[in-house]
């Protein structure tokens, strides 16, 4: 099991940006498809973002699209969400991910990271 730390999040105004980072222990980071998800209150868990294990596939979520990419640094074991245009709909709690095998319909998730608070004002 690959054990996930993610750092960045915070208080940041309408259309500002934010940059989340992952940490991942473990030897197969480079061999996952890694993500991000996020949970607002009183919602569920929702697909963001996914990363292919060499980096060159990303899919992301249509409320995202455009604003939102991801990244990684298989060297560093560090999967990335750069967000951008924020608005208060995007305030949540954004989860890492590793081993991704199903985000649209349903979750497939071998791990998971603690969350990271992320809010945005209008």
């Known amino acids: 099991q690959v054990l996930l730390v993610e750092s960045g999040g915070g208080l940041v105004q309408a259309g500002g940006s934010l940059r989340l980072s992952c940490a991942a222990s473990?030897?197969?980071?480079?061999?996952?498809?890694m993500g991000w998800f996020r949970q607002a209150p009183g919602k569920e868990r929702e697909f963001v973002a996914v990363c292919s294990p060499g980096g060159g596939n990303t899919d992301y979520a249509d409320s995202v699209k455009g604003r939102f990419t991801i990244s990684r640094d298989n060297a560093k074991n560090t999967v990335y969400l750069q967000m951008n245009s924020l608005k208060p709909e995007d305030t949540a709690v954004y989860y890492c991910a590793a081993d991704v095998r199903r985000w649209r319909s349903g979750h497939q998730v071998a791990s998971w990271g603690q969350g990271t608070q992320v809010t945005v004002s209008s």
């Open positions: 473990g030897r197969t980071f480079s061999n996952n498809f």
